[in-house]
T-cell receptor, first 116, second 112 residues
Framework: DVKVTQSSRYLVKRTGEKVFLECVQD?????MFWYRQDPGLGLRLIYF???????EKGDIPEGYSVSREKKERFSLILESASTNQTSMYLC???????????????FGDGTRLSIL | LAKITQPISMDSYEGQEVNITCSHN???????ITWYQQFPSQGPRFIIQ???TKVTNEVASLFIPADRKSSTLSLPRVSLSDTAVYYC?????????????FGKGTMLLVSP
């Protein structure tokens, strides 16, 4: 069974700090995703990556960057955290982009980030 | 991007069939429709996916009309453990992952 592990369940940081959220998947998936989830807004895609060192912007990339140096690890970086980035962050992975069908995503259990 | 609309909440009783409809009027030709289930403090979990007509698996059915402007997730004989938030997702890798759009979710409450 696919396991997507996010390094922290809860995280509290201060405004202006550089914040790293880490995600690791154990099934050799090519695609990895970062979402944020807010009440009333559902899940919104921040960034995704379909290969090592490759990244694409999602709907709301402003204020975020990502890093994918190894296939199994996808990091989300808040360059200078702000209070409006307080949210639940979800990482996901899916098998491959080399398929005509849409690959189901496997999600981690999320990191609840509070920026004070 | 597809604009996704689904009901905010639904109520049901154990043993009933539940149908949750998702509206996606501007779905693109290459977009798939995927449904996820989410329990509190957990990430979403894949339920079912389809492109057109009807898809059925061991837990749900997905009905997609010919115009593909909507889809209906059908849960047969729900139990208390089906209480969760259900998300409709439109888009996919053939359209480019940047087109992935989740609905805002439907909170399903199943009562005894």
């Amino acid at each position: 069974d696919v396991k997507v592990t996010q390094s922290s369940r809860y995280l509290v940081k201060r405004t202006g700090e550089k914040v790293f959220l880490e995600c690791v998947q154990d099934m050799d998936h090519e695609n990895m995703f970062w979402y944020r989830q807010d009440p009333g807004l559902g899940l919104r895609l921040i960034y995704f990556s379909y290969d090592v060192k490759m990244k694409e912007k999602g709907d709301i990339p402003e204020g975020y960057s990502v890093s994918r140096e190894k296939k199994e690890r996808f990091s989300l970086i808040l360059e200078s955290a702000s209070t409006n980035q307080t949210s639940m962050y979800l990482c996901a992975s899916s098998l491959s982009r080399q398929s005509h069908s849409n690959q189901p995503q496997h999600f981690g259990d999320g990191t609840r980030l509070s920026i004070l | 991007l597809a604009k996704i609309t689904q009901p905010i909440s639904m109520d049901s009783y154990e043993g009933q069939e539940v149908n949750i409809t998702c509206s996606h009027n501007n779905i693109a030709t290459n977009d798939y429709i995927t449904w996820y289930q989410q329990f509190p403090s957990q990430g979403p979990r894949f339920i079912i996916q389809g492109y057109k007509t009807k898809v059925t698996n061991e837990v749900a059915s997905l009905f997609i009309p010919a115009d593909r402007k909507s889809s209906t997730l059908s849960l047969p004989r729900v139990s208390l453990s089906d209480t969760a938030v259900y998300y409709c997702l439109v888009g996919g890798q053939n359209s480019g992952y940047s087109t992935l759009t989740f609905g805002k979710g439907t909170m399903l409450l199943v009562s005894p």
